[in-house]
């Protein structure tokens, strides 16, 4: 486990280390995160770790709990509804602000991630998947003057890759992804920023509904009810 901590700073570090870790399964819903163990693995004193497990606790992937320390949280049906509520509401006011300004050079971008996004899907690398789709909706909202908005719509794709990679074993729910994002990228390249807008919403909806399913039908252990 031990890995080189080269880039940022060490909780930054950590947190990337320790987020994708979550979203891979390697510590499941309900594992215990202790500081000591961890800064022993990855050559730290307890600081960063700490700091890196308030930065995922404020993502949703872990909870801080008295006497305990860090969990892992569970699966959470109001989490996503939660989430989702929030992309709709973001996403689209981004893409309205960002889109009248893409240039050349963007569609070129958002072009090259969707290869990668079809590569990854045809290769079943949920991992890549994940990472590429925070990737092609963040590059849709690169022109929108809204630094801080953009940040917290990272947070929530971030936070949403975890509940689709359960959605991604389903190879339907892969191809509509993939046939959706083209569909935005037309939209856009034809300038029809309303109509685009109105696409990405309904694309999030069926994105929330059908995890909601998915997660519905997790086994016990791996999801946490409505309370």
Same mark, same amino acid.
Request: hydrophobic share 40%; charged share 30%.
């Given at each position: 486990?031990?890995?080189?901590?080269?880039?940022?700073?060490?909780?930054?570090?950590?947190? &990337?280390?320790?987020?994708? /870790?979550?979203?891979?399964?390697?510590?499941?819903?309900?594992?215990?995160? $202790?500081?000591?163990?961890?800064?022993?693995?990855? #050559?730290?004193?307890?600081?960063?770790?700490?700091? +890196?497990?308030?930065?995922?606790?404020?993502? #949703?992937?872990?909870?801080?709990?008295?006497?305990? #320390?860090?969990?892992?949280?569970?699966?959470?049906? &109001?989490?996503?509804?939660?989430?989702?509520?929030?992309?709709?509401?973001?996403?689209?006011?981004?893409?309205?602000?960002?889109?009248?300004?893409?240039?050349?050079?963007?569609? &070129?971008? *958002?072009?090259?991630?969707?290869?990668?996004?079809?590569? /990854?899907?045809?290769?079943?690398?949920?991992?890549?998947?994940?990472?590429?789709? +925070?990737?092609?909706?963040?590059?849709?909202?690169?022109? /929108?003057?809204?630094? $801080?908005?953009? /940040?917290?719509? *990272?947070?929530?794709?971030?936070?949403? &890759? $975890?509940?689709?990679?359960?959605?991604?074993?389903?190879?339907?729910?892969?191809?509509?992804?993939?046939?959706?994002?083209?569909?935005?990228?037309?939209?856009?390249?034809?300038?029809?920023?309303?109509?685009?807008?109105?696409?990405?919403?309904?694309?999030?909806?069926?994105?929330?509904?059908?995890?909601?399913?998915?997660?519905?039908?997790?086994?016990?252990?791996?999801?946490?009810?409505?309370?």
């Amino acid at each position: 486990m031990k890995q080189p901590l080269k880039h940022r700073t060490l909780s930054a570090a950590i947190v &990337d280390q320790l987020r994708q /870790a979550i979203l891979d399964g390697t510590y499941p819903a309900g594992s215990q995160l $202790r500081q000591d163990a961890l800064g022993e693995a990855y #050559g730290v004193s307890r600081i960063p770790v700490r700091e +890196a497990l308030f930065q995922l606790e404020a993502e #949703g992937l872990v909870r801080i709990v008295p006497q305990k #320390g860090a969990i892992v949280s569970e699966l959470s049906l &109001d989490e996503i509804n939660d989430v989702f509520d929030l992309r709709c509401i973001l996403e689209p006011r981004l893409l309205a602000q960002s889109a009248p300004h893409f240039s050349a050079d963007d569609f &070129d971008a *958002l072009d090259d991630i969707h290869r990668q996004f079809e590569k /990854a899907i045809k290769a079943k690398n949920v991992s890549d998947w994940g990472q590429l789709n +925070a990737d092609f909706h963040m590059a849709l909202y690169v022109h /929108a003057p809204q630094p $801080r908005t953009r /940040a917290i719509v *990272l947070s929530l794709l971030q936070t949403s &890759d $975890r509940y689709t990679r359960l959605q991604l074993s389903n190879t339907k729910a892969m191809g509509t992804a993939e046939k959706e994002h083209a569909e935005l990228i037309a939209l856009c390249r034809a300038g029809k920023v309303d109509d685009a807008c109105r696409f990405l919403e309904r694309h999030i909806e069926a994105v929330r509904k059908d995890l909601l399913q998915v997660v519905a039908n997790a086994p016990k252990g791996r999801r946490k009810e409505k309370s």
